[in-house]
């Protein structure tokens, strides 16, 4: 089992930063990546940012450039530092950790991020 808590979200000016971050716990070691996922209000969550257990990461066309994913071993956190943030980025952001051993993917609650025009 693993758990994730999100947090980090709030309310900001267009243009403005936020750094979310994602807690991981339990059989930490066995996850083979982690990512950020979001969902808009009637959107599908769709895939923000992801970093591999052998810190590959790839990013959505949509925040190439903006965002980062980055993670602290020590911590068991993974990050998303956003910046230039844009209205359209509004939505619930969620984490999570994929295990392909078990072939499970767990999530956090999700944590709300609401840019302003």
């Known amino acids: 089992q693993v758990q994730l808590v999100e947090s980090g979200g709030g309310l900001v000016q267009a243009g403005g930063s936020l750094r979310l971050s994602c807690a991981a716990s339990?059989?930490?070691?066995?996850?083979?990546?982690i990512g950020w996922y979001r969902q808009a209000p009637g959107k599908q969550r769709g895939l923000v940012a992801v970093?591999?257990?052998?810190?590959?990461?790839d990013y959505a066309d949509s925040v190439k450039g903006r965002f980062t994913i980055s993670r602290d071993n020590a911590k068991n956190t993974v990050y998303l530092q956003m910046n230039s943030l844009k209205p359209e980025d509004t939505a619930v952001y969620y984490c999570?950790?994929?295990?392909?051993?078990?072939?499970?993917?767990?999530w956090g609650k999700g944590t709300l991020v609401t840019v302003s025009s």
């Open positions: 999570n950790a994929r295990i392909d051993t078990i072939g499970m993917n767990y």
């Open positions: 339990g059989i930490t070691f066995s996850i083979n990546a």
């Open positions: 970093i591999s257990s052998g810190g590959r990461t």
